[in-house]
């Protein structure tokens, strides 16, 4: 196993030399921590004393203390160091001029998870837009994509579609870094950010969180674990839906289900190559909050058993249609609001796609409907070449 180095780590063992004389604003969460659990913001504190004047947190909260879309987090203060926590997932998404006048440099340290619906990259993409607005520098310091960067899955979004859970026309398991996604917006929008980025050391592309070696620090909530991560592509689909997407269990997206799920009726449905690289244990649970909430609830837990054959994407919208062919009188998409978007059909703007919704309800083949997608799904793969960090 690699002696893997993310950005955060170099700067603790010398790269913040880079950072001296800089006003530094670090947009980071509980996740953003170097290999001896230090955090980015004790790291740059001790480092740099004094240097640091502005926190920012994305969705769930600087501390990832809030559950859930549209669960705004408040705006605090820094005690020890008393400077402002600026949430940018409160009244508003947008960093404000007052948030990035004290600095010159917004030093970026996030965990994402290889999902397009994952929000920090858009919230990487609205403070890249006001950083070359005002005039400051990013600086990414970038971190392993947990499902690895080789596969790439699913319709490329509609731009029609696009949203804070898909801000450009990208796969639903995009195969970037938060690095490279960066590069990626800055070329794609034009930004002309003053953007840098400080490669992670001894990552490749093949590689999947489980090859890392690196301890898993849960991004958010819902993300406890890799494996939470690696079904994560398909399995948020089912927040279109109201089927329980496992929330207010101890193994949210693996486990999902609702009260009317005849399992064994779900099963006959699918085809048995839809759960290529994977196994789905029949599963009770009870959620202790959101959807069904105290209720009983049947559905499947999804055990990954090869990571190279499991295609998530494919797996779960197998699933849906599954469910959707089963249930048709008692299953439903949610209606909006969905993350800020209130006119839209949530199930829409996660698939990216509203024909692709079509497709699933008329019971149209899967293959064939991927079949459809798959020109754009190679022409973004040779796109990204151009701005990939890692061979």
């Given at each position: 196993m690699e002696n893997i180095l993310t950005g955060l780590d170099q700067v603790t063992e010398g790269e913040w030399t880079r950072f001296e004389g800089q006003r530094l604003g670090l947009l980071s969460n509980q996740a953003s921590l170097n290999r001896l659990l230090e955090t980015a913001r004790d790291v740059l504190q001790k480092k740099l004393p004094g240097q640091l004047q502005v926190l920012f947190g994305p969705q769930h909260g600087y501390g990832g203390e809030d559950q859930d879309n549209m669960v705004e987090t408040p705006h605090t203060h820094d005690e020890a160091l008393n400077?402002?926590?600026?949430?940018?997932y409160a009244e508003s998404r947008e960093p404000r001029p007052e948030m990035f006048e004290p600095i010159d440099t917004l030093i970026v340290d996030l965990q994402d998870v290889g999902t397009r619906v994952y929000t920090f990259s858009s919230t990487m993409l609205r403070c890249m837009r006001a950083a070359a607005r005002f005039g400051k520098k990013i600086v990414v310091l970038d971190r392993p994509n947990p499902l690895g960067g080789n596969i790439l899955e699913?319709?490329?979004?509609?731009?029609?579609?696009?949203?804070?859970?898909?801000?450009?026309?990208?796969?639903?398991?995009?195969?970037?870094?938060?690095?490279?996604?960066?590069?990626?917006?800055?070329?794609?929008?034009?930004?002309?950010?003053?953007?840098?980025?400080?490669?992670?050391?001894?990552?490749?592309?093949?590689?999947?969180?489980?090859?890392?070696g690196l301890r898993w620090l849960m991004p958010s909530p819902n993300m406890p674990f890799p494996e939470t991560a690696f079904v994560y592509p398909g399995q948020v689909l089912w927040e279109g839906t109201h089927v329980s997407?496992?929330?207010?269990?101890?193994?949210?997206?693996?486990?999902?289900?609702?009260?009317?799920?005849?399992?064994?009726?779900?099963?006959k449905r699918l085809d048995p190559r839809a759960l290529s690289g994977c196994y789905l244990q029949e599963y009770l649970f009870r959620p202790t909050f959101h959807k069904w909430s105290g209720q009983l609830c049947r559905?499947?837990?999804?055990?990954?058993?090869?990571?190279?054959?499991?295609?998530?994407y494919h797996t779960s919208l197998a699933l849906l249609q599954a469910v959707i062919s089963h249930h048709g009188e008692q299953f439903e998409w949610k209606e909006p609001p969905y993350e800020y978007e209130y006119e839209k059909k949530p199930i829409d703007m996660i698939l990216g796609s509203a024909s692709l919704r079509h497709g699933l309800e008329s019971g149209r083949s899967l293959y064939r409907l991927q079949k459809d997608w798959l020109p754009d799904l190679k022409t973004y793969g040779e796109w990204i070449k151009a701005i990939l960090l890692y061979s």
């Open positions: 400077i402002p926590v600026f949430s940018l699913g319709n490329c979004l509609s731009p029609e579609l696009f949203s804070f859970v898909g801000p450009a026309s990208l796969p639903m398991r995009h195969g970037l870094t938060m690095g490279e996604m960066a590069l990626f917006f800055n070329q794609i929008f034009a930004l002309e950010c003053n953007l840098e980025v400080l490669p992670v050391i001894g990552w490749r592309r093949h590689m999947t969180w489980r090859e890392t997407e496992g929330r207010g269990t101890c193994r949210p997206f693996e486990i999902f289900g609702a009260p009317y799920f005849d399992t064994s009726g779900i099963r559905g499947f837990m999804i055990h990954i058993l090869d990571l190279d054959a499991y295609r998530p």
